[in-house]
């Protein structure tokens, strides 16, 4: 089974052998959370299809040794998620998609910030009146923006592999996306569709992946890296400070 080397592409030294990510160092915890076919379901266009029954993995809260308390004293999370190539029916396979809460004192919701490692992503972002849709691959780093709901979409044939900064302490929301079973848009192996348990969506907006120098966010950089910077990374915990930054990019 062919290895792909992630190191170059990811900050930490990880490799990539089948559907499975290698550690080498202590990281952290390299034993991912596995979101499966049956709790997927409820947001599935096809739930009663054949399926894998481990559809992705989440590693959580990764990072080297050294960089422990700096990560921690910004409040700051690092993940990777690995996404292999399936279809659900028609569909193809999509993380369970969610909301991020408001932040205490403030006005707006907690942002994150995706970087593509292997693969290509399709990133879903929608509130109640926009829905975007940005393709992302190696190297490509996409924010979500302060208020939207997001699900990722690996339409491709390799797997997918992706990180993630994001503040460590909030719970993320699910139950929209459950309630609605799904977002409103399904990517299938025709086209992206409407989700018609939704009473209306907006026109599904494409936008492109783009470096964005005020979050030290740029393509072909790991972003991990920014742990050396962690300054860049504070629109993560303090988004109203970046507003402008956030209005432009929902505009591309």
């Not at 170059?8 to 030294?13: A, D, E, R, S, V």
């Not at 996404?83 to 569909?91: D, F, L, Q, S």
């Not at 809460?101 to 009146?129: D, K, M, W």
Request: aromatic share 12%.
């Amino acid at each position: 089974m062919k290895t792909v080397d992630l190191a170059k592409f990811c900050g930490l030294p990880i490799s990539l052998e089948g559907n499975n990510i290698n550690f080498s160092g202590k990281l952290g915890s390299t034993f991912p959370d596995i979101r499966t076919s049956q709790q997927m379901k409820p947001v599935l266009a096809f739930p009663n299809a054949e399926m894998p029954q481990e559809l992705y993995y989440m590693y959580r809260d990764l990072c080297r040794p050294e960089h422990r308390q700096k990560i921690n004293a910004a409040k700051l999370r690092y993940d990777i998620t690995v996404i292999p190539p399936a279809t659900i029916g028609k569909e193809y396979v999509k993380t369970f998609g969610h909301y991020h809460p408001i932040i205490p004192g403030a006005e707006l919701a907690y942002p994150e910030v995706y970087e593509v490692i292997h693969g290509t992503a399709h990133y879903l972002l929608q509130n109640g009146v926009d829905c975007i849709l940005v393709e992302a691959k190696k190297g490509e780093k996409v924010v979500m923006l302060p208020g939207y709901g997001h699900i990722t979409i690996n339409s491709g044939k390799k797997t997918l592999v992706m990180a993630n900064w994001v503040e460590r302490n909030f719970k993320s929301i699910y139950s929209p996306m459950k309630q609605r079973r799904g977002a409103m848009y399904y990517g299938l192996t025709t086209g992206f569709v409407k989700n018609t348990n939704y009473n209306s969506a907006p026109k599904l907006r494409k936008l492109k992946a783009s470096n964005i120098p005020e979050f030290g966010l740029e393509k072909g950089k790991p972003m991990y890296n920014l742990v050396n910077k962690i300054e860049k990374l504070e629109f993560l915990t303090r988004p109203w400070k970046y507003a402008e930054v956030f209005s432009r990019l929902g505009q591309k």
